[in-house]
């Protein structure tokens, strides 16, 4: 059975923190990961992974995938309070989905 | 606003109604999905849409039937539905053929179902 786990669960950090999320999968069939950030409704799109070892980057935001391990982090440096969100990882062709991890940032 | 519209954005039936979730897409996309967000679970794929034909439907109970005229369309009809199934409901639709070149998902802001 195709499975993605996030870790944490949930996060509380202080502004100007770094943190690292978490996504280990088992899917049968791999041809992404999609990382998406959930502030109150819809998921938006931050990344989408194909191949090891090469970093993605957005402004404070990056993320890298090990296909070896299975397994890619996101980290966000300098964190702000508008970085709150529940963080969604998502991987194969069908788009099996974590839980989330929840993080909270506090001035 | 993501290109992709969820309507009603909040529904609230009864267990002997029937009602149906409406999504639109204005990204010339192929593929089209909805999926139910439950809380402290995750997002649960139940249909998937390919140049309008059905290519994944993950065990949904029938109570939960999609439709999909057209590529930019798709619905959920909603009949003798369970408390247990309040939930949010997204709809996201990707470039490219589910199942075979899966890109990236654009979600609408979903409809928040509440079941009586």
């Known amino acids: 059975e195709d499975k993605v786990v996030q870790s944490p669960l949930s996060l509380v950090v202080h502004e100007g923190d770094t943190v690292t999320l978490n996504c280990s999968y088992e899917v049968t069939n791999f041809r992404s990961l999609l990382w998406y950030k959930q502030e109150k409704k819809a998921p938006t799109f931050l990344f989408m992974l194909?191949?090891?070892?090469i970093e993605k980057k957005s402004g404070r935001l990056s993320s890298i995938l090990d296909k070896k391990e299975l397994f890619s982090i996101l980290n966000i440096t300098a964190t702000q309070t508008g970085d709150s969100a529940v963080y969604l990882c998502?991987?194969?062709?069908?788009?099996?989905f974590g839980t989330g991890t929840r993080l909270q940032v506090f001035p | 606003e993501t290109g992709v519209t969820q309507t009603p954005r909040h529904l609230v039936m009864g267990m002997t109604n029937k009602k149906s979730l409406k999504c639109e897409q204005h990204l010339g996309h192929n593929a089209m999905y909805w999926y139910k967000q439950s809380a402290k679970k995750p997002l649960e794929l139940m249909f998937v849409?390919?140049?309008?034909?059905?290519?994944e439907n993950n065990s949904v109970p029938s109570r939960f039937s999609p439709e999909c005229p057209n590529s930019s369309h798709l619905f959920l009809h909603l009949h003798t539905l369970q408390p247990e199934d309040s939930a949010l409901y997204l709809c996201?639709?990707?470039?490219?053929?589910?199942?075979?070149?899966?890109?990236?998902?654009?979600f609408g802001e979903g409809s928040r179902l509440t079941v009586l």
């Open positions: 998502a991987v194969g062709d069908k788009l099996i």
């Open positions: 996201a639709s990707s470039q490219g053929i589910a199942g075979v070149n899966t890109g990236e998902l654009f």
């Open positions: 849409y390919s140049l309008e034909e059905r290519v």
């Open positions: 194909t191949s090891s070892g």
